[in-house]
């Protein structure tokens, strides 16, 4: 049985950045039906009831052929809004610090240049997907995924991301996919991005 993570503040922590109606659907509705459904998927597969969801998301092109789109687009809905919601704090701390400040800055330059990127790839992701900076070797770069897939998958491992799927943003941003991402960084703790470096 697979569990999405506690929510770690109240609905309305992220105003005004992130509103209450958008986080209390977004976590009890879409991140609760991910989880129902892998759940589910899973109970009829007990050779694989045990794995973590790391590991389903991971490997899921080594499962059997009919729980692959399943893991792929549920467990990795799961394991995606876990990040999501971790990541972000009311009281985030707006800059990075200590090695990943420098892996940032030995890759673009500056904070900014990096968010100016990250920003690019945000918006250019067509249709529902996640940006991403993830840690790539020895280094960090910025990637976007279709639906719920995760870097993990190829190999990397995400830092931190945005869910850029219009239910992440629509109530308050409508189309202004943009300025979401502009405000995302208000909420966006850095503190808790580096706990998984
Ligand atoms: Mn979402």
Request: without cysteine.
């Amino acid at each position: 049985m697979i569990n999405k993570m506690k929510l770690p503040y109240a609905y309305d922590a992220l105003e005004p950045h992130i509103d209450a109606q958008t986080v209390e659907i977004h976590y009890e509705k879409h991140h609760q039906t991910y989880a129902d459904n892998l759940n589910k998927a899973l109970e009829s597969h007990p050779d694989h009831k045990d794995k973590s969801l790391e590991e389903l998301v991971k490997g899921y092109k080594e499962l059997p052929s009919e729980l692959q789109t399943v893991v792929r687009n549920n467990g990795g809905g799961v394991y995606n809004h876990d990040i999501y919601w971790a990541i972000m704090s009311p009281d985030a701390r707006k800059e990075p610090e200590g090695k990943l400040k420098e892996a940032i800055e030995k890759k673009w330059g500056s904070l900014d240049e990096f968010k100016a990127e990250f920003k690019k790839k945000a918006l250019g992701q067509f249709g529902s997907g996640w940006a991403w900076l993830v840690k790539d070797g020895d280094g960090v770069d910025i990637v976007s995924t279709p639906n719920q897939d995760n870097p993990i998958t190829d190999g990397k491992e995400p830092l931190l991301g945005i869910d850029v799927w219009e239910h992440a943003y629509y109530l308050k941003y409508q189309n202004k996919r943009a300025d979401y991402v502009d405000s995302w960084w208000e909420v966006l703790d850095w503190a808790k991005v580096e706990e998984r470096m």
